[in-house]
């Protein structure tokens, strides 16, 4: 049974920093992608960035590019978000997501099989 943990989301001041990890279990990490999104308040769940376990390669959203890093340990079956320039725009909850085979797109909440609970994150002004 696949399970995906999410920890590190709590309350930042803007310009602050936050690492979440997803610790993953019951999946086998190199093959596949791992991905983070967020969903705000009355918002759909939007991708941020995700990480592709084979050569590493990764991808962000436009609205975080440059401020947060995806990075996996495949040994501990972990991959992390380093959230910083943190912004009040950046308040969501965000989401952990496994592809359980090959998909040909990263980017939407379909090209994954299996999601985490969430972790809330809150940036203040």
Avoid: H
Wanted: proline share 2%; aromatic share 16%; glycine share 12%.
């Amino acid at each position: 049974q696949v399970q995906l943990v999410e920890s590190g989301g709590g309350l930042v001041q803007a310009g602050g920093s936050l690492r979440l990890s997803c610790a993953a279990s019951g999946l086998t990490f190199s093959r596949y992608a791992m991905g983070w999104f967020r969903q705000a308040p009355g918002k759909e769940r939007e991708f941020v960035a995700r990480i592709g376990w084979s050569g590493g390669s990764t991808d962000y959203a436009d609205s975080v590019k440059g401020r947060f890093t995806i990075s996996g340990d495949n040994a501990k079956n972990t991959v992390y978000l380093q959230m910083n320039s943190l912004k009040p725009e950046d308040t969501s909850v965000y989401y952990c997501a496994a592809q359980g085979r090959y998909y040909s797109s990263y980017y939407y909440t379909s090209d994954y099989d299996y999601w985490g609970q969430g972790t809330q994150v809150t940036v203040s002004s």
